[in-house]
Nanobody, 123 residues
């Protein structure tokens, strides 16, 4: 199983980025796909998740109204559209897959992780 995250970069505050996660190696139709982030010196934290089966999204409070998670079943891709970015959004962003029916917001619930993509938001 492989999860490949991409799309990170350097952006000014107020800007946007779209992260992508390519999933391969097995069928993810019963999984929850999540995005987490980890800033230097901080624990990895939940950002957003989506149920592969029915598109139901779930967001951390910090992401609500600014970030949108989506998926493309045909391409086995999950996306995180991030708008109105703030310096505090700076972190390495990881995509992950959880073999669960309901949304999982804790890292221990996810079995598969991508390698991470750096997002840096300048003030």
């Amino acid at each position: 199983v492989q999860l490949q995250a991409s799309g990170g970069g350097l952006v000014q505050a107020g800007g946007s980025l779209r992260l992508s996660c390519a999933a391969s190696g097995r069928t993810f139709s019963s999984d929850v796909m999540g995005w987490f982030r980890q800033a230097p010196g901080k624990e990895r934290e939940f950002v957003a998740a989506i149920r592969w089966s029915d598109d139901s999204p779930y967001y951390a409070d910090s992401a609500k109204g600014r970030f949108t998670i989506s998926r493309d079943n045909a391409k086995n891709m999950v996306y995180l559209q991030m708008n109105s970015l703030k310096p505090e959004d700076t972190a390495v962003y990881y995509c992950a897959a959880a073999p669960a029916a309901d949304v999982v917001t804790v890292t221990r619930g996810y079995d598969y992780w991508g390698q991470g993509t750096q997002v840096t938001v300048s003030s």
